[in-house]
């Protein structure tokens, strides 16, 4: 079974702290991704990596920045946390699509951080 | 537009009935489609995932997908109080990244 862990189920920081979020997935995927999810607005892509080293923006990348330096770890980076940066934080991970001909590219999705920033 | 949407909710059925779950999207080069379960405070559970126009079926779910419509939909056959959940639709248009709704909340009363 693909597992996906992250760092912290529950976190409270304060406002302008530096947050790291980390996330380890035992799959061997190439992909990793980070999202948040908040009421309505459902998942939004913050930013993924392809590879080691490798990053893309998502819908979403501002006051936020990655880092993957192995392949199985993704950290998520809150520079100067703010309040409207309470949310569910998700991280996932996957296959690259090159490698999911058969399979179609699914997704697996480690258990969240439900961070506050106070 | 939104690229993928689906009925917020709730959608409540009693237990024992079929739930049916619809999801549209606007990318007709969208090739694969998942969906995910999600309870309360939890993360999403992949639960089906479709490629190919028709229906495939997995125990009480089958999943229906019509392309030329832009049509994903997830049916719970059977359904139980366990089942309440919202559900997520998700679409991958051939990039490495998936898109998803916003979810549809199912209720099953007892």
């Known amino acids: 079974d693909v597992k996906v862990t992250q760092s912290s189920r529950y976190l409270v920081k304060r406002t302008g702290e530096k947050v790291f979020l980390e996330c380890v997935q035992d799959m061997d995927h190439e992909n990793m991704f980070w999202y948040r999810q908040d009421p309505g607005l459902g998942l939004r892509l913050i930013y993924f990596s392809y590879d080691v080293k490798m990053k893309e923006k998502g819908d979403i990348p501002e006051g936020y920045s990655v880092s993957r330096e192995k392949k199985e770890r993704f950290s998520l980076i809150l520079e100067s946390a703010s309040t409207n940066q309470t949310s569910m934080y998700l991280c996932a991970s996957s296959d690259p699509i090159w490698k999911t001909v058969a399979s179609g590219y699914e997704q697996y999705f480690g258990p969240g951080t439900r961070l506050t920033v106070t | 537009q939104k690229e993928v949407e689906q009925n917020s909710g709730p959608l409540s059925v009693p237990e024992g009935a079929i739930a049916s779950l619809n999801c549209t999207y606007s990318?007709?080069?969208?090739?694969?489609f998942f969906w995910y379960r999600q309870y309360s405070g939890k993360s999403p559970e992949l639960i089906m995932s479709i490629y190919s126009n028709g229906d495939k079926e997995d125990g009480r779910f089958t999943a229906q997908l019509n392309k030329a419509s832009q049509y994903v939909s997830l049916l719970i056959r059977d359904s139980q109080p366990s089942d309440s959940a919202t559900y997520l639709c998700a679409v991958n248009t051939g990039f490495q990244k998936l898109v998803f709704g916003t979810g549809t909340r199912l209720l099953v009363s007892p």
């Open positions: 990318d007709r080069v969208s090739q694969s």
